[in-house]
């Protein structure tokens, strides 16, 4: 059984509501999740849990949140070679750089060696009833991609 970590920044609750329906996906392989906020969460507590999942809402032209800053430079201080991640966010198709802060976590990850086994997940706003299928099956392909690696 894997044990996963949801961390995510939302402010109206989009990004919350995306991080639920992921860490359903998650439960419902049988695996166990535990979801916490980027501001109660030190990224070293990545390195406690098979693998994680990061989430972030994108604030004006692609910047990040500013309740994930600490969260992000944090990342700096840590070794993540070959450890599994996936990321998700939301945003506002009307910026030019959509959901701009996922890319930027995204190649802040990779860059200290993290393995991301998902394509980013991104969506505008709150997901739709078609996108909500979406983001379980993230959860799902997540842990089951971590299952049959391991």
């Known amino acids: 059984m894997a044990n996963i970590l949801i961390v995510y920044a939302s402010l109206t609750g989009n990004t919350e509501e995306i991080a639920d329906l992921i860490a359903a996906g998650i ?4 695996h166990k ?3 916490k906020t980027s501001e109660e969460c030190r990224a070293d507590e990545l390195l ?3 693998g994680a999942l990061i989430g972030l809402y994108t604030w004006g032209d692609g910047d990040l949140p ?3 800053l600490d969260f992000y430079e944090e990342l700096d201080e840590i070794d993540l070679t070959g450890y599994p991640i996936a990321l998700f966010g939301s945003g506002d198709t009307s910026y030019d750089l959509f959901c701009g802060a996922v890319d930027t976590a995204e190649a802040k990850v990779k ?6 086994k998902e394509p980013s997940l991104k969506i505008e ?7 909500k299928n979406d983001c379980r099956a993230l959860g799902t392909r997540f842990v089951n991609s971590m299952v049959s690696a391991g």
Do not use: C, I, T
């Not at 860059?111 to 991301?116: C, I, P, Q, Y």
């Open 125 to 131: 706003y709150s997901p739709l009833d078609e996108e």
């Open 33 to 35: 999740v535990v979801m």
């Open 48 to 50: 406690n849990y098979d």
């Open 66 to 68: 500013d309740e994930f």
């Open 27 to 30: 439960k419902g392989s049988d």
């Open 111 to 116: 860059e200290r060696g993290a393995v991301v």
